[in-house]
C-alpha cells in the first residue's frame, strides 16, 4: 500500500497563497500519478489538479486553472499544490491520492487507491 500525509493547510486572507504538500510512503514504485481533490461542507468530493509522476504531464479542474499550480519532487516522493489569488469558494478539506493504473481519465476519483487524511484549508473574505 501507499501511505499519504498532506501538510500545509491553514487560514488565508482572500487573495492569499497556500502550498501544500503530500508525502507519500510505502510502495511509491507503484505509483503512476497522484491527485488531488477537495471537499467542502455540503457538497460532494471534486477533482483540483493531478500530474503523472514519471512524465509530469497536468491537468485542473476548470475552477482553478490559472490559479492552481501542482508539481511532484520524485526524490522525495512529495507532490506540492500551489494555490495562489485563493478565494473563499476554494474553502475545502484537501485530500491527496494516488492511483497506479495508467488508463483511464485523471480527473475523477474512480481509479485511485489510496487517500490521505486530508488537511483544511479556510480562506477568508
Known amino acids: 500500500q501507499v501511505q499519504l500525509v498532506e501538510s500545509g493547510g491553514g487560514v488565508v486572507q482572500a487573495g492569499g497563497s497556500l502550498r501544500l504538500s503530500c508525502a507519500a510512503s510505502?510502495?511509491?514504485?507503484?505509483?503512476?500519478?497522484m491527485g488531488w481533490f477537495r471537499q467542502a461542507p455540503g457538497k460532494e468530493r471534486e477533482f483540483v489538479a493531478a500530474?503523472?509522476?514519471?512524465?509530469?504531464?497536468?491537468y485542473y479542474a476548470d475552477s482553478v486553472k490559472g490559479r492552481f499550480t501542482i508539481s511532484r519532487d520524485n526524490a522525495k516522493n512529495t507532490v506540492y499544490l500551489q494555490m495562489n489569488s485563493l478565494k473563499p469558494e476554494d474553502t475545502a478539506v484537501y485530500v491527496c491520492?494516488?492511483?497506479?493504473?495508467?488508463?483511464?481519465?485523471?480527473?475523477?476519483?474512480?481509479?485511485?487507491?489510496?487517500w490521505g487524511q486530508g488537511t483544511q484549508v479556510t480562506v477568508s473574505s
Open positions: 491520492a494516488d492511483r497506479s493504473n495508467w488508463t483511464g481519465r485523471l480527473t475523477t476519483q474512480i481509479g485511485y487507491d489510496y
Open positions: 500530474i503523472t509522476w514519471n512524465g509530469g504531464s497536468t
Open positions: 510505502g510502495r511509491i514504485f507503484s505509483i503512476y500519478a
